[in-house]
């Protein structure tokens, strides 16, 4: 369907109550307003009128507003952020700041820096496409360069995610939840999440779970995708949180997410080092598991004014597998290439 987008959004709240944050910083004094809190750009609590950088923040409200399901979407509003894009095959790379993208952007999921993308050409390409949106309770991206305390992979700057606790989704009678379901026209996808809390708002746990199918993109050139994609992702979210007698806060999670992409190429085939090339295939599989455990430390009159100590560990893992068949060549023969790129972090 050319230069025709149709989104349907259904949601269904389990519970009222969620948590509210407020979407623009405070620029006076005096006026009952709330400063709008962010952590990306000094690792510790700053108000947003206290830091010399320019940060951008999306909370939950906003990005269900938009009816956003991925990371890429939930930006495609905001001014200098852009979704990095590989093509029918490989699909969504990762995020741009200000035409910096790669590796040269951190990409941070509650305090946890996710691995690198690996890009060896046609035939192999370790995306970054690591987050559900329905997941995310507050993104905060930092324009610019922050290697002093992100390292040398953040030139470009920094996309820190954090992930819901309970008390975005309990209620008035404790125990909440959300359900909703999208429908996007361009790739014929369908994408669910459901989301439940058990607890209060000081000690609970955070069960979620999402699933996305769909298809090539629309092309904006021609009535059908020259190329055939059929893509799926399950993704999976735990999340606990407890506040004890001194205030201090214990949290503990796990994100993973699995993904397949089916693919089968005709735009490539008849040209360049494709010319002798009658069918191109492509198999692809990424596995995403990040665990965390974190103790919130410190306080008015404490040894530790503010700190947080923060045991984690994450894999990534994709195979691709690619199948090039040359029979119009002189010699006709089939390649079949495999790729496998695993990284650990912690």
């Known amino acids: 369907m050319t230069n025709l987008r149709a989104i349907f959004g259904?949601?269904?709240?389990?519970?009222?109550?969620?948590?509210?944050?407020?979407?623009?910083?405070?620029?006076?004094?005096?006026?009952?307003?709330?400063?709008?809190?962010?952590?990306?750009?000094?690792?510790?609590?700053?108000s947003l009128r206290e830091v010399a950088a320019n940060v951008t923040v999306l909370t939950r409200e906003t990005l269900a507003d938009e009816l956003s399901t991925s990371l890429g979407e939930s930006f495609r509003y905001t001014p200098g952020i852009d979704e990095e894009w590989a093509g029918g095959r490989f699909g969504s790379e990762g995020i741009s700041i200000r035409g910096i993208g790669g590796n040269r952007v951190a990409l941070v999921v509650d305090g946890v820096k996710l691995g690198d993308q690996y890009d060896i050409g046609s035939f192999a390409n370790a995306t970054r496409d690591f987050i559900d949106a329905g997941f995310i309770r507050r993104a905060e991206v930092l324009?610019?360069?922050?290697?002093?305390?992100?390292?040398?992979?953040?030139?470009?700057?920094?996309?820190?995610?954090?992930?819901?606790?309970?008390?975005?989704?309990?209620?008035?009678?404790?125990?909440?939840?959300?359900?909703?379901?999208?429908?996007?026209?361009?790739?014929?996808?369908?994408?669910?999440?459901?989301?439940?809390?058990?607890?209060?708002?000081?000690?609970?746990?955070?069960?979620?779970g999402s699933r996305r199918e769909g298809g090539a993109r629309d092309s904006a050139a021609l009535s059908e995708p020259v190329d055939e994609r059929e893509f799926r992702r399950t993704s999976a979210l735990v999340n606990v949180a407890s506040d004890d007698v001194f205030g201090h806060r214990a949290s503990a999670g796990l994100l993973y997410q699995d993904s397949a992409v089916d693919t089968d190429l005709h735009s490539m085939l008849g040209s360049g080092r494709f010319a002798a090339t009658t069918a191109l295939k492509g198999f692809d599989e990424s596995r995403l598991a990040v665990a965390h455990a974190d103790l919130a430390i410190g306080g008015a009159g404490a040894l530790v004014h503010d700190g947080v100590l923060r045991l984690y560990a994450g894999q990534s893992d994709i195979d691709q597998d690619t199948r090039d068949v040359r029979a119009n060549a002189a010699r006709p023969v089939i390649i079949d290439r495999e790729f496998e790129y695993d990284q650990a972090f912690h």
């Open 10 to 46: 259904i949601a269904a709240a389990a519970a009222a109550g969620l948590a509210h944050s407020a979407d623009t910083a405070s620029h006076g004094a005096g006026d009952g307003s709330l400063d709008e809190i962010v952590v990306v750009a000094n690792k510790a609590e700053r």
């Open 143 to 208: 324009h610019g360069p922050a290697s002093a305390l992100y390292g040398s992979d953040a030139i470009g700057g920094v996309v820190s995610v954090r992930t819901l606790l309970p008390a975005d989704l309990v209620g008035p009678d404790d125990d909440g939840g959300t359900v909703s379901a999208l429908w996007h026209g361009a790739d014929d996808s369908l994408h669910g999440t459901a989301l439940a809390a058990f607890g209060t708002a000081v000690r609970g746990i955070v069960l979620g």
